[in-house]
T-cell receptor, first 116, second 115 residues
Framework: GAGVSQSPSNKVTEKGKDVELRCDPISGHTALYWYRQSLGQGLEFLIYFQGNSAPDKSGLPSDRFSAERTGGSVSTLTIQRTQQEDSAVYLC??????????????FGPGTRLTVL | DAKTTQPNSMESNEEEPVHLPCNHSTISGTDYIHWYRQLPSQGPEYVIHGLTSNVNNRMASLAIAEDRKSSTLILHRATLRDAAVYYCILRDFFSGGTSYGKLTFGQGTILTVHP
């Protein structure tokens, strides 16, 4: 079946511009996660949605970052007034979100963001 | 959160077994041991997980020490496609409500497989 998809695959923007990154999770998955991976760095958690619960925003690095998930499916990560340090690969993952199971996270291919 | 410690890098030859160690001396009783790997230019993918007993699946085996303070991911016959960064991650069974919540990635082990 279809996996997690993300768009665009690559995004080049100028410093100060806003960008939107999209994630389409696996159908039926109630949990959705955003991570980012900077050059030479590990994967860093950003935000997590679980069903209709309030999202866990504890990983967002600043108030320039926000995310929403519409209808419990597609999610958009928005970065306002981008800075060069925002350059990274932004990864989205989804999981079934069922308690007691493995709840494996399935990752998308990522969006490579370059801020000039 | 309990932390894990892995070697920065390891090397192997193709078709030989690979043992990737992970230390987690502060693991709690409700922590599951998960392994993910990240192939070049791809998102991470799940490999295997376990709690106390050794586990096998089509990708790998997971050997867990009796005191659970360490574990080893075993690739029985490495292929070139197994070259990746391997992450050992602890996940608390009870965290995150109906989900285990975020994954906390360390630096992982870079596995190089030689032809």
């Amino acid at each position: 079946g279809a996996g997690v998809s993300q768009s665009p695959s690559n995004k080049v923007t100028e410093k100060g511009k806003d960008v939107e990154l999209r994630c389409d999770p696996i159908s039926g998955h109630t949990a959705l996660y955003w991570y980012r991976q900077s050059l030479g760095q590990g994967l860093e958690f950003l935000i997590y949605f679980q069903g209709n619960s309030a999202p866990d925003k504890s990983g967002l690095p600043s108030d320039r970052f926000s995310a929403e998930r519409t209808g419990g499916s597609v999610s958009t990560l928005t970065i306002q007034r981008t800075q060069q340090e925002d350059s990274a690969v932004y990864l989205c993952a989804s999981s079934p979100g069922r308690f007691g199971l493995t709840d494996t996270q399935y990752f998308g291919p990522g969006t490579r963001l370059t801020v000039l | 959160d309990a932390k894990t410690t892995q070697p920065n890098s390891m090397e192997s030859n193709e078709e030989e077994p690979v043992h990737l160690p992970c230390n987690h001396s502060t693991i709690s009783g409700t922590d599951y041991i998960h392994w993910y790997r990240q192939l070049p230019s791809q998102g991470p993918e799940y490999v295997i997980h376990g709690l106390t007993s050794n586990v096998n699946n089509r990708m790998a085996s997971l050997a867990i020490a009796e005191d659970r303070k360490s574990s080893t991911l075993i690739l029985h016959r490495a292929t070139l496609r197994d070259a990746a960064v391997y992450y050992c991650i602890l996940r608390d069974f009870f965290s995150g409500g109906t989900s285990y919540g975020k994954l906390t990635f360390g630096q992982g082990t870079i596995l190089t497989v030689h032809p």
